[in-house]
């Protein structure tokens, strides 16, 4: 099947990030990630991000406005793109199908990343990244070749603000509540392809890899 529009859906830490990166090479898509999109606005502290930087340092969702109106402008000029982290709720759900209906396109398939709350505390835990490039680690799962270093650009390595045990918590209990109903949303359009994500990275690259080339 030529795969065009994909969602990446799963609890924080399930593993969308890491596996967006290796989706995108194989398929040609542009990867969309909405939490970057945001802390790129925070970090220029633009008008927007002063406005959403108390809520997301606090793992709150940011509110459907101004998610919609981010990425409207985002997939007006886009055909093909891998969307990681949006949509997050039904109503942001709803909106992307409307848009798409527009279009007359559809989403192809939903890959759902399942995993346990033990693991995505432990994971969020230990979660690194680089400032510079991007790259994206973690200090048990995918250490750095060199404690704090990133393996790309050798520059030292991050943590992002919003990445430690209390507000892994309360960003799983916010998933629980408004994102995981989109599971049942997708299932019923028969879109939802569900991947066991608490295996090593590795093994849920070939399990979605496989699944996708079907
Ligand atoms: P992520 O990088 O996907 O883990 O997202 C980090 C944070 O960005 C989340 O905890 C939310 O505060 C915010 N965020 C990302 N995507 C969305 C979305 N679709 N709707 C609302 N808030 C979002």
Do not use: W
């Not at 633009?46 to 930087?53: E, Q, R, S």
């Not at 994206?136 to 270093?149: C, R, S, T, V």
């Amino acid at each position: 099947m030529d795969l065009k529009r994909i969602i990446l859906l799963g609890a924080p830490g399930s593993g969308k990030g890491t596996q967006a990166r290796f989706i995108e090479e194989d398929f040609d898509l542009e990867h969309i990630s909405v939490g970057e999109i945001l802390r790129e606005e925070m970090r220029n502290s633009t008008v927007t991000g002063l406005k959403i930087a108390d809520a997301m340092n606090k793992g709150q969702l940011i509110s459907d406005d101004v998610i919609e109106e981010i990425m409207a402008n985002k997939l007006s000029t886009l055909d093909a793109y891998l969307l990681d982290g949006f949509p997050r709720t039904l109503e942001q759900a709803k909106m992307l199908e409307e848009l798409l209906e527009s279009r007359s396109q559809e989403i192809d398939i939903v890959v759902y990343l399942a995993v346990s709350r033990e693991e995505v505390v432990r994971r969020i835990s230990g979660r690194r990244f680089c400032a510079e490039c991007g790259a994206l680690f973690h200090i048990i799962a995918n250490p750095p070749k060199q404690e704090d270093i990133c393996d790309v650009c050798s520059k030292e390595l991050s943590i992002r603000e919003d990445d430690n045990e209390e507000t892994a918590n309360k960003r799983m209990d916010v998933y629980l509540e408004l994102t995981a109903p989109l599971i049942d949303f997708y299932k019923q359009k028969s879109k939802l392809l569900e991947i066991d994500g608490n295996n090593d990275i590795d093994i849920i690259t070939k399990n979605i890899k496989d699944a996708l080339a079907k």
